[in-house]
């Protein structure tokens, strides 16, 4: 099996990754929590083995994750097979590393971003980021011009391999399409929440898809029911933020619920558990997403690698779901 092509969409790549947010542990925007609660360092590192062990290679982080903490762990799992695994980080949201609590204003200047990429490479504790991804969701398309210079220069100072952009708008990716080294854009996207633009024009232009919240913050999990709490440092607990649709008041929205009791039959076709079903969905939509679930736990990472043995969901699967969600 191939590593990562981060030219273009290596076919034979084992397209599914594994998300580092919530290994980062507890975050804050002000009062708000905007990490996943507490962790265990032992059983994250763990986490990363069991998943790389499983056929995992790509393993998406951020510099603000934890203040920091993810990079080092992500870094630590992998000090003696850096080459074996593609790396992707991101960049743009300030953040202090010591009261891990991000900043109101996001970091976008040239000296910004080249001190923000020595950090992480510094954290990872290796001499090049494969991946290096823009986070800022809603940067002006009109003001990417210093950014595209900067990255461009990290690339031919070998410090980054390729980039892309972390951003749920069409406009945004199409105005970074002019970008010589951009190789991906990392979107919004599950069985709930399909993104039909962005995959469009991750198609068109031979990028590769990476799929945030495939699982829908975990509701496809099929673990929460209406009446789950969840921690107080969660994100989708009490405060968690409007963008947040499958959680509400620090439980389960139970819309989404209804949603996914109406298509349980078939993302658990064929030995399935949901967790797989719901990758394979993405998978069968188009083969340019590679979906990056979250994992705390060696069973998680287990479980999403357990997805690929089964592969995608047939195109009359998919319609199906489709038809069932009334799209």
Known sequence: MDKLSISGVSPSFNRLGMGCWAIGGPMYFGADAVGWGPTDDDESIRALHAAFEDGIQFFDTADMYGGGHSEKLVGEAFADRR???VIATKFGNRFESETRKMLPEPGVSPDYIRSACEASLKRLGTDHIDLYQFHVNDHPADQIDDIIETLDGLVEAGKIKAYGWSTDFPDRATAFLKARSCASFQYQFNVFD???AMVEICEKNGMIGINRG???MGLLTGKYKPNTALHKDDVRGQNAPTWLQYFRDGAPNSEF???LESIREILTS???TLTQGALA???GKSCVNLPIPGVRTV???KE?????SFGPLSADQVAEVDRLLDR
């Open 83 to 85: 080459d074996e695994v």
């Open 194 to 196: 399909p993104n039909p």
């Open 214 to 216: 495939p699982l829908a």
């Open 257 to 259: 619920l209804k949603r």
């Open 270 to 272: 064929g030995g399935r």
């Open 281 to 283: 969905w993405n998978w």
């Open 299 to 301: 069973a998680q990472a």
């Open 304 to 308: 999403n690698a357990g997805a690929l």
